[in-house]
């Protein structure tokens, strides 16, 4: 069964930083990788995904992610965050890219920006 | 843009009772999953359907939860009989092929 580990709960940065969010994942075969945000009182909003190809993929708002599996990695990354990115960020994993297959989630890092 | 809606917004029952979540999935999609999410805690998979059936389900999909999709727009969660701990943020997601779209959820307090 595939599982997904987000090490950071809290993490806080100053508007204009860089971010760097962690998501290490666990899985035998190829995985599908997503990032999804959460606002407050939101749902969840699908920022990036790997599927295949190039490591590095390019999200909305900014984001982008990198895919290593030598280190079963895909941390997410923003080069300066704005007091809007405050949110709950999470990473998921699926079997495929698409079909029936449920996503599994890890526990999510809630990202605060301080001014 | 599309999106997947979701109502109530919060829905409050008594234990014991029954619920119906509703969902209104993007409308050429053909999958169609609902999630869970425990305050607090991280969003957990419950069930996905595909052409009128599950095609997959958790170990928290139980006898008491069941899926339909009666009409050719709306998907429910149904809980028969609600616990205490059903109370959470349930999701509704669609996808064609690809990636999954979730809805606003729906906050289900069960007292």
């Known amino acids: 069964a595939q599982s997904v580990t987000q090490p950071d709960i809290h993490i806080t940065v100053s508007e204009g930083a860089s971010l760097e969010l962690r998501c290490n994942y666990s899985?035998?075969?190829?995985?599908?990788l997503f990032w999804y945000v959460q606002s407050p009182g939101q749902g969840l909003q699908l920022l990036l995904k790997?599927?295949?190809?190039?490591?590095l993929v390019q999200g909305i708002k900014g984001f982008e992610a990198e895919f290593k599996r030598s280190q079963s990695s895909f941390n997410l990354r923003k080069p300066s965050v704005h007091w809007s990115d405050a949110a709950e960020y999470f990473c998921?994993?699926?079997?495929?890219?698409?079909?029936?297959?449920?996503?599994?989630f890890g526990k999510g890092t809630h990202l605060i920006i301080q001014p | 843009e599309p999106e997947v809606t979701q109502t109530p917004s919060h829905q409050v029952t008594q234990m014991g009772q029954e619920v119906i979540l509703r969902c209104v999935p993007i409308?050429?999609?053909?999958?169609f999953y609902w999630y869970r999410q425990i305050l607090g805690q991280k969003v957990e998979f419950l069930v996905s359907?595909?052409?009128?059936?599950?095609?997959?389900k958790s170990e928290i999909f139980d006898d008491q939860f069941s899926v339909e999709r009666p009409d050719g727009s709306n998907f429910t969660l149904k809980i028969r009989s609600t616990k205490l701990e059903d109370s959470a943020m349930y999701f509704c997601?669609?996808?064609?092929?690809?990636?999954?779209?979730f809805g606003p959820g729906t906050r289900l307090t069960v007292t």
């Open positions: 997601a669609s996808s064609a092929v690809g990636e999954q779209y």
């Open positions: 409308s050429n999609h053909l999958y």
């Open positions: 998921a994993v699926g079997r495929s890219g698409g079909g029936a297959d449920g996503l599994t």
């Open positions: 790997y599927f295949s190809g190039d490591t």
């Open positions: 899985y035998g075969a190829t995985p599908y």
């Open positions: 359907f595909y052409n009128n059936e599950i095609s997959e």
